[in-house]
Nanobody
Framework: QVQLVESGGGLVQPGQSLRLSCAAS????????MGWYRQAPGKERELVAR???????KYADSVKGRFTISRDNVRNTVYLQMNSLKSEETAVYYC???????????????WGQGTQVTVSS
């Protein structure tokens, strides 16, 4: 079992920045990828960014050039640097971790409880 704790959310004005952190603990096994999702009021949850074990990254088109995902493999922590935030990006941001467990590499997904990001002037 893996537990995820997000931090770094808050209230910022449009154009300002925030840095989110997500620390994984418990029975880690092998982390295949770590990512960030968000869910805005009245919208479905969407992928924001993901980083895989090999270091490759993927971003939603709407955040390319403004957001950067990174990973500290020693601390089992993933970060999301969010620059030039827009009001429409107000949402609850969720950390997600995919692991492979045991000799058969069984895949499992874990979710954090979310951290609120509010962008408002």
């Amino acid at each position: 079992q893996v537990q995820l704790v997000e931090s770094g959310g808050g209230l910022v004005q449009p154009g300002q920045s925030l840095r989110l952190s997500c620390a994984a603990s418990g029975s880690i096994f092998s982390i295949e990828s770590m990512g960030w999702y968000r869910q805005a009021p009245g919208k479905e949850r969407e992928l924001v960014a993901r980083i895989i074990s090999g270091g490759s990254t993927k971003y939603a088109d709407s955040v390319k050039g403004r957001f950067t995902i990174s990973r500290d493999n020693v601390r089992n922590t993933v970060y999301l640097q969010m620059n030039s935030l827009k009001s429409e990006e107000t949402a609850v941001y969720y950390c997600n971790v995919e692991t492979s467990e045991g000799p058969l590499k069984l895949k499992r997904n874990y979710w954090g409880q979310g951290t609120q990001v509010t962008v408002s002037s």
